[in-house]
């Protein structure tokens, strides 16, 4: 299943430009965000400007419920993104996720011309092929270099580099009239600019000139802390919505394809088998099932959705006075429905059963490494799992927080309150493993005021100040630190065995809250085919394996090729990094393997590089 990202061509026709994964539009590229395709750059459009034809609904109760606590009570579904079948040649018909050009300011490469694209008539858009829509792209209609070329041979106009962002979420075109004419209330009545690069040791050579009136500037003058001094106040632009609000906040320049542009607020959730009793599935489709008017409808639309197919050999009139009972006491127990996703996941995961599976959910415990019964209590094989993720909003500039759904600085995706949001599904496998939680409690209360945690606590503390955010006591440093060293140490191993790269094989951290801590880490690959994945990944719990993978990475973890400076890391005053000896070459992981963007790393917590007691490990 394919998303079509769309546009309107300068006609007002729209287009269809090419294709993306539907958990592409939610992870990396969703709405808000600005997409590089071979021919042109966009950004996605926001949700109410989407087709719901062809969007299909996301059954996940738990993180339903999840998203409306961040978002509001009016989301009523999940839904993947609207894909085109493209079996028809109409193209108002057909589906797709609305995009539109951006930056609006493009650069012929032959004649170094840098114009908009309002008003139409300058640039104009092209298709080779109805078959190929990867090969649309720009032209520049007037070029006075190509006057003699067919316009599907001419070359592709290329997007102007540069964009301008505020604090505030807002982004622009970066304004290249104003700039280059000094911010002049009246610049030369007719401006013609040009934008031309040249090679210099001594800083970024990108000039923009006017052949008006010959005004040149180097963009290098809005770069640094003071650029924004040479740029005009921000208009409150949200390209996605196509509105303005009321702002004029400094402005950033920004750089096309910038990685802190775009980080979509996103919430995950596994797949839990309910219970088998007619009452837990009629409250986990309460949304659809407490809409029905009788039992007669109530057996139609069982037989018509596999989702119910729990209830299929349940009496009509059984499951009508359920429905009738949880209807009179309100609706189902709120209480029924876990706030904290992780916490519900914890315990089917460290006590599994064969009385919670279905088909896509399997946990089967099996016997520990040899020799690690210090460290790992219990692994669990998960053969099948199934992982719904759903986007909530975005932030640009600065990234959110660990699991935080609702940053100060988070942008809708909807002029209007959302009721859907997108999502999508994929099948895998994984392994989990339980650490002992009193030798683990019994370790971060004696290390507590180590320095080196200590120096972490204190740039956690910098780090909070700084992004305006309240400082957060109660977390645990030392467990995490642990968790999450030990998880990104098995991850570089075992995407060396397992037959999957190390950017798809992802973590989930339990660490729990102060009253009710817990210990594990979920380590899984998930594809989204139907079928899920192949059990190479699972193959390596099995204790002959994951005795080989324990040793070759803590084998690894004792040195590191930046050593000493890895290995003698610790954040000082007035530094805010959260990581102490760990680095690209020994812990760092791809942004969609880790969870807390490469923060909270220290390998002298699993093996002893300090020499005074600090490693968990003898």
Same mark, same amino acid.
């Given at each position: 299943?394919?998303?079509?990202p769309?546009?309107?061509?300068v ?15 939610v ?14 750059s ?6 109410d ?25 009016q ?8 894909w ?13 996720v ?8 493009l ?22 092929s ?22 599907v041979?001419?070359?592709?106009c290329?997007?102007?580099r540069?964009l ?6 807002h ?9 280059v004419?000094h911010?002049?209330?009246?610049p030369c009545?007719?401006?013609k600019l040009?934008?031309r690069d040249?090679?210099s040791?001594l ?7 006017? @052949? ?6 180097n963009v ?11 740029l ?5 632009r949200?390209p996605?919505?196509?509105r ?7 402005l950033?320049?920004?750089? @096309?394809g910038?990685s ?12 839990l ?6 009452a837990?599935i009629?409250?986990?489709?309460w949304?659809l099932?407490g809409?029905?008017?009788?039992a ?8 018509g ?14 499951i009508?006075?359920?429905?009738e ?8 127990d ?17 006590h ?5 599976e279905?088909?896509d ?23 099948r799992?199934?992982?719904v ?6 932030t ?5 927080d660990?699991?935080?759904?609702a ?7 909807s002029?209007a309150?959302?009721?859907w ?12 493993l339980?650490?002992?939680?009193q ?20 740039a956690f ?12 006591q109660a977390?645990p ?21 397992c037959?999957?790269g ?5 973590e ?9 801590p ?32 324990l040793?070759?990475?803590?084998d690894?973890a004792?040195?590191?090729?930046s050593?000493?400076?890895c ?7 007035p530094s ?6 760990s ?17 909270w ?5 699993l093996?002893d ?10």
């Amino acid at each position: 299943m394919t998303a079509v990202p769309r546009t309107t061509s300068v006609k007002g026709q729209p287009s269809r430009i090419g294709g993306a994964r539907p958990s592409h539009l939610v992870t990396t590229g969703g709405v808000g965000s600005v997409v590089d395709l071979p021919g042109m750059s966009v950004v996605v459009r926001g949700t109410d400007t989407w087709g719901l034809e062809r969007a299909e609904v996301v059954d996940e109760p738990r993180l339903l419920e999840k998203v409306r606590q961040a978002l509001g009570p009016q989301v009523k579904a999940l839904r993947t993104a609207p894909w085109d079948p493209q079996d028809s040649d109409d193209p108002w018909t057909r589906t797709g996720v609305p995009v539109s050009p951006f930056p609006r300011w493009l650069r012929c490469p032959r004649c170094f011309r840098l114009g908009p694209l309002d008003p139409p008539g300058q640039f104009e858009l092209v298709h080779r092929s109805g078959r190929r829509p990867d090969l649309a792209k720009w032209v520049h209609a007037t070029c006075q270099q190509q006057t003699q070329v067919r316009d599907v041979r001419k070359r592709a106009c290329l997007p102007a580099r540069f964009l301008v962002a505020c604090e505030a979420g807002h982004v622009d075109d970066f304004p290249y009239v104003d700039f280059v004419h000094h911010g002049r209330e009246q610049p030369c009545p007719g401006p013609k600019l040009t934008m031309r690069d040249s090679a210099s040791t001594l800083g970024p050579r990108v000039n923009v000139r006017c @052949l008006e009136c010959q005004a040149s500037r180097n963009v290098a003058d809005a770069a640094g802390r003071d650029g924004w001094e040479n740029l005009p106040a921000c208009r409150g632009r949200h390209p996605h919505l196509q509105r303005f609000e009321t702002c004029g906040r400094p402005l950033k320049l920004m750089v @096309l394809g910038a990685s802190n542009l775009w980080f979509g607020v996103t919430a995950s959730a596994l797949h839990l088998p309910q219970g088998q009793t007619t009452a837990d599935i009629v409250g986990a489709h309460w949304e659809l099932l407490g809409q029905l008017p009788n039992a007669t409808v109530v057996q139609t639309v069982i037989d018509g959705m596999d989702v119910l197919r729990g209830l299929r050999t349940v009496p009509g009139e059984e499951i009508w006075a359920v429905v009738e009972k949880v209807r009179a006491q309100g609706g189902p127990d709120a209480e029924e429905v876990d706030s904290d996703l992780l916490a519900a996941e914890w315990r089917l995961l460290s006590h599994p059963t064969t009385d919670r599976e279905d088909d896509d959910f399997r946990a089967v415990p099996t016997v520990g490494p040899t020799g690690y019964e210090h460290l790992i209590e219990q692994v669990v094989l998960v053969s099948r799992l199934r992982e719904v993720q759903a986007l909530l909003g975005f932030t640009r500039l600065s990234a959110p927080d660990r699991r935080e759904l609702a940053p100060r600085n988070r942008l809708s995706l909807s002029r209007a309150a959302p009721t859907w949001v997108p999502a999508f599904e994929q099948r895998g496998e994984g392994i989990f493993l339980e650490l002992p939680e009193q030798r683990v409690r019994d370790w971060s209360d004696a290390v507590t005021d180590h320095p080196r945690i200590a120096a972490l606590r204190h740039a956690f503390a910098r780090w909070s100040t700084n992004r305006a955010r309240p400082v957060d006591q109660a977390f645990p440093v030392a467990r995490y630190l642990l968790l999450h060293t030990l998880s990104h140490l098995l991850i570089r191993q075992v995407a060396l065995e397992c037959g999957y790269g190390s950017s798809s094989i992802r973590e989930r951290l339990y660490v729990g809250t102060p009253a009710d801590p817990a210990s594990g880490i979920l380590l899984s690959t998930a594809a989204s085919d139907s079928e899920g994945t192949l059990g190479g990944l699972v193959a390596l719990g099995e204790p002959q394996h994951l005795t080989r993978l324990l040793d070759q990475a803590f084998d690894d973890a004792r040195r590191c090729s930046s050593d000493p400076l890895c290995a003698e890391h610790v954040p000082q005053d007035p530094s805010e990094t959260l990581h102490a000896a760990s680095c690209h070459a020994c812990l760092f992981a791809s942004e969609t393997s880790c969870e807390a963007n490469n923060r909270w790393l220290d390998r002298a917590v699993l093996v002893d590089l300090t020499g005074d007691g600090l490693a968990f490990l003898p």
